[in-house]
């Protein structure tokens, strides 16, 4: 089968590679959908050396179960189930994983990292994921493309169950992606007051201003956005700010631009080594707290799938391009060059 891969030299390339094998102890899954995410883009742009190669890529998906193996059905998974997968597979064991946070494992292994990925007509998934099941089922009314867009929308809904959102609260949103966008949409869900999407690319941000109507879209690179939010908020600043821009600077301006007993959640992870961008006195003297976040758990994916199938999230009117595995190379110089929000492979 032909599958994008990160080969040897850790450059990207459609190749040939084996269909994955029948066996007792997994599933095999013919992905539906599968899309470009995020980690899959600084790939693209700069390699990526946690991915051990060669490795077939991809992680977001939704497809159908083709083949159950006797763990599967013992654990509840039939052919012809629709399902999507949380790709990051805890151990079960470890102390985070027995604490309900997976995600944290002190063994993780992922789906397009350490397992074969998704840019492929068909994907194993291995016992220990079959085990933690990390397969979710997917209801009828749940189309495809919409369910390959719930694993991103559960990283960021892991991310805000920290930050206790609720009425009265003004929240700013750094970046004006997918998933600034989902953590805008999330926000208003639970009710805040006022939401700020600050973006500087006009093109982008006016996109997010259609997506999530409700948001406020500021470009940040023509005024200063300290000063903004504050007289957008009465001097008092944002309750909660989220960066979802991996931006250096903007870790520190989050903590200027942030109210007394301000939650900061700093979504993306930054280049090089991370350091030098936390004001310690800012956080002493406004009681700041401080939140990170990598990736995400069933639990938070399942609630997102309910989400979708209440209508209160449409995930699929973020997808702007839909492409066959054959030219998904244009899918990342689309992102690239064209500032796509969201593109979605059909393999």
């Given at each position: 089968?032909?599958?994008?891969?990160?080969?040897?030299?850790?450059?990207?390339?459609?190749?040939?590679?084996?269909?994955?094998?029948?066996?007792?102890?997994?599933?095999?899954?013919?992905?539906?959908?599968?899309?470009?995410?995020?980690?899959?883009?600084?790939?693209?742009?700069?390699?990526?050396?946690?991915?051990?190669?060669?490795?077939?890529l991809g992680h977001e998906c939704a497809g159908e179960i083709i083949h159950s193996g006797k763990l599967g059905q013992e654990n509840g998974y039939q052919k012809g189930d629709r399902v999507t997968v949380a790709p990051a597979v805890g151990c079960g064991h470890c102390r985070p994983?027995?604490?309900?946070?997976?995600?944290?494992?002190?063994?993780?292994?992922?789906?397009?990292?350490?397992?074969?990925?998704?840019?492929?007509?068909?994907?194993?998934?291995?016992?220990?994921?079959?085990?933690?099941?990390?397969?979710?089922?997917?209801?009828?009314?749940?189309?495809?493309?919409?369910?390959?867009?719930?694993?991103?929308?559960?990283?960021?809904?892991?991310?805000?169950?920290?930050?206790?959102?609720?009425?009265?609260?003004?929240?700013?949103?750094?970046?004006?992606?997918?998933?600034?966008?989902?953590?805008?949409?999330?926000?208003?869900?639970?009710?805040?007051?006022?939401?700020?999407?600050?973006?500087?690319?006009?093109?982008?941000?006016?996109?997010?201003?259609?997506?999530?109507?409700?948001?406020?879209?500021?470009?940040?690179?023509?005024?200063?956005?300290?000063?903004?939010?504050?007289?957008?908020?009465?001097?008092?600043?944002?309750?909660?700010?989220?960066?979802?821009?991996?931006?250096?600077?903007?870790?520190?301006?989050?903590?200027?631009?942030?109210?007394?007993?301000?939650?900061?959640?700093?979504?993306?992870?930054?280049?090089?080594?991370?350091?030098?961008?936390?004001?310690?006195?800012?956080?002493?003297?406004?009681?700041?707290?401080?939140?990170?976040?990598?990736?995400?758990?069933?639990?938070?994916?399942?609630?997102?799938?309910?989400?979708?199938?209440?209508?209160?999230?449409?995930?699929?009117?973020?997808?702007?391009?839909?492409?066959?595995?054959?030219?998904?190379?244009?899918?990342?110089?689309?992102?690239?060059?064209?500032?796509?929000?969201?593109?979605?492979?059909?393999?």
């Amino acid at each position: 089968m032909k599958a994008l891969i990160l080969n040897e030299d850790r450059q990207m390339e459609l190749q040939e590679m084996p269909e994955p094998q029948k066996k007792d102890n997994n599933l095999i899954v013919r992905v539906k959908s599968a899309s470009i995410c995020g980690t899959d883009m600084r790939t693209f742009l700069k390699g990526n050396n946690k991915i051990d190669v060669p490795r077939i890529l991809g992680h977001e998906c939704a497809g159908e179960i083709i083949h159950s193996g006797k763990l599967g059905q013992e654990n509840g998974y039939q052919k012809g189930d629709r399902v999507t997968v949380a790709p990051a597979v805890g151990c079960g064991h470890c102390r985070p994983c027995k604490s309900g946070h997976t995600n944290m494992c002190d063994d993780l292994k992922t789906i397009g990292f350490q397992y074969e990925g998704v840019f492929a007509p068909y994907v194993e998934i291995p016992e220990r994921a079959i085990r933690m099941h990390n397969v979710i089922k997917l209801a009828d009314k749940v189309d495809f493309d919409n369910a390959t867009l719930v694993e991103p929308a559960a990283c960021a809904l892991n991310g805000q169950h920290f930050l206790n959102i609720g009425p009265s609260d003004n929240v700013v949103v750094y970046g004006s992606g997918l998933i600034g966008c989902i953590h805008a949409e999330l926000a208003l869900l639970q009710g805040a007051d006022k939401v700020f999407i600050l973006e500087p690319v006009e093109k982008r941000g006016k996109i997010a201003q259609k997506m999530v109507p409700n948001a406020v879209y500021i470009n940040n690179a023509e005024i200063d956005a300290v000063e903004e939010i504050k007289k957008r908020t009465d001097g008092h600043g944002a309750d909660v700010v989220i960066v979802a821009a991996s931006v250096p600077k903007l870790h520190t301006e989050a903590q200027e631009i942030a109210a007394k007993l301000g939650r900061i959640l700093l979504f993306g992870g930054l280049p090089g080594d991370g350091k030098g961008f936390i004001d310690s006195n800012l956080i002493h003297y406004k009681e700041l707290q401080i939140f990170g976040v990598h990736a995400t758990t069933v639990k938070y994916m399942q609630q997102i799938l309910n989400m979708v199938e209440q209508g209160k999230l449409d995930l699929k009117k973020y997808i702007e391009r839909i492409l066959p595995l054959e030219e998904i190379i244009d899918g990342f110089t689309s992102i690239r060059d064209e500032n796509v929000m969201k593109v979605v492979i059909h393999p």
